[in-house]
């Protein structure tokens, strides 16, 4: 040690090149990685606002284009649930949980739905367990639970 300092055996301690372009190429891949689960949560939250406007606004036939083709398959909207959902209007729409799962490729979300029966005029709220799943082909989450069902009791 001289004046204090300790002094360097002169030694190099630094990175051989192989090291670092190892390094270097495992940063850019975590960088990308996160990057691309950025990008698909950035998604779920722009799908999230879209899905609540349309609903808000009592768009039943958009909303039904969020719902996974797959779903549709073993559970059809029916044109009596369609000519249900049109009865309601949409008065409050209330985010009670969000939750990701699966490596952040599913979401599930639940909803309060207060929704006005235009023909009784009577308010009723209903929760609406949403599932979402992302869909890599098509680079968008899809609905795969189906619309809020007004005839729920709460």
Same mark, same amino acid.
């Given at each position: ?22 390094? =270097? ?13 950025n990008?698909v949560?950035?998604? =779920?939250?722009?799908?999230? !606002?879209?899905?609540?406007?349309? &609903? ?22 029916? #044109? ?9 209007? &949409?008065?409050?729409?209330?985010? #009670?949980? +969000?939750?990701?799962? %699966? ?5 599930? $979300?639940?909803?309060?739905? !207060?929704?006005?029966?235009?023909? !009784?005029? &009577?308010?009723? +709220?209903?929760? %609406? ?8 082909e098509? $680079? ?8 809020? %069902? ?5």
């Amino acid at each position: 040690m001289k004046n204090g300092r300790k002094q360097h055996s002169g030694r190099n301690t630094g990175l051989r090149p192989a090291h670092a372009a190892f390094v =270097l190429g495992l940063l850019l891949s975590f960088l990308a990685a996160a990057c691309a689960s950025n990008k698909v949560a950035e998604s =779920l939250s722009e799908a999230f !606002k879209q899905y609540e406007t349309i &609903v808000r606004w009592s768009q039943w036939d958009a909303a039904a284009d969020f719902i996974a083709p797959e779903y549709l398959v073993d559970n059809p909207i029916t #044109r009596l649930d369609m000519d249900r959902l049109r009865l309601f209007r &949409v008065t409050a729409y209330t985010i #009670r949980s +969000t939750g990701i799962y %699966d490596e952040g490729m599913t979401s599930r $979300q639940t909803v309060e739905i !207060k929704m006005f029966n235009k023909n !009784k005029g &009577v308010e009723r +709220t209903i929760i %609406d367990d949403q599932e979402w799943r992302y869909n890599e082909e098509s $680079q968008r989450w899809l609905l795969h639970s189906g619309l809020p %069902d007004p005839t729920q009791r709460y």
